[in-house]
Every structure is written in structure tokens, then in C-alpha cells.
């Protein structure tokens, strides 16, 4: 089974950018379709963007759609977050996810998390 480690994460100023990576061993990364997530304080988790087996294929929340950028390198077994003009409200832990069923951005259709890495936006 695939484990996952988020790297990437830390304290930016609003408008600023950061790129988040998400490493896959012990697993055929490629047979995975991969999610990102993330949970502020006080709320609950949220998805945020998702990307297909292939890469052909993705999808974003409304409220990073045109600033997050998911990706996927299927031989380097890692899957990226590019997130630019980022705001305060970006601020939260964000979380990697495979699944292995069928291709879906519903967080219950992911088998396999990541331990998340923090982000912070300050204004």
C-alpha cells in the first residue's frame, strides 16, 4: 500500500505563492487517483483539487479554481499543489489523498492519507 508525505508547506504573505509536494512510496503510484484537502481550525476538511490516474483529468474547488494548479509526475511518484495569490483564507493544514476506485473528489473515496503540512497566510 502507498504511504504519502506532504512537504512544501509554511508562512507566506497574502498574494504570495507556494508550491506543495506530495511524495508516494511502497505502492504503484500511477494506479492511484490523487486528491488534495485541507482542514482549517474549527472546520471541517474541504476539498480542494483533484487529478486523474493519468493526469488528463482534473478538478478544483470554486474557491481555488484559476489560483491552484494540482499536477502529477507518474515517474517521480509525486503529485504537486501550485498555489498562487494565495489569501488569509487559504490558511489551513493541507492533505494529500490517493484512491483506487473510482476517480471522485468526495473525500470518502480515498483510501490513503498523508499527515498533512501546514500552511499559513498571513495579511
Known amino acids: 500500500q502507498v504511504q504519502l508525505v506532504e512537504s512544501g508547506g509554511g508562512l507566506v504573505q497574502a498574494g504570495e505563492s507556494l508550491r506543495l509536494s506530495c511524495a508516494a512510496s511502497?505502492?504503484?503510484?500511477?494506479?492511484?487517483?490523487m486528491g488534495w484537502f485541507r482542514q482549517a481550525p474549527g472546520k471541517e476538511r474541504e476539498f480542494v483539487a483533484t487529478?486523474?490516474?493519468?493526469?488528463?483529468?482534473?478538478r478544483y474547488a470554486d474557491s481555488t479554481k484559476g489560483r491552484f494548479t494540482i499536477s502529477r509526475d507518474n515517474v517521480k511518484n509525486t503529485v504537486y499543489l501550485q498555489m498562487n495569490s494565495l489569501k488569509p483564507e487559504d490558511t489551513a493544514v493541507y492533505y494529500c489523498?490517493?484512491?483506487?476506485?473510482?476517480?471522485?473528489?468526495?473525500?470518502?473515496?480515498?483510501?490513503?492519507w498523508g499527515q498533512g503540512t501546514q500552511v499559513t497566510v498571513s495579511s
Open positions: 487529478i486523474s490516474r493519468s493526469g488528463g483529468s482534473t
Open positions: 489523498a490517493a484512491g483506487s476506485g473510482v476517480f471522485s473528489y468526495f473525500d470518502a473515496s480515498y483510501d490513503i
Open positions: 511502497g505502492g504503484t503510484f500511477s494506479t492511484y487517483f
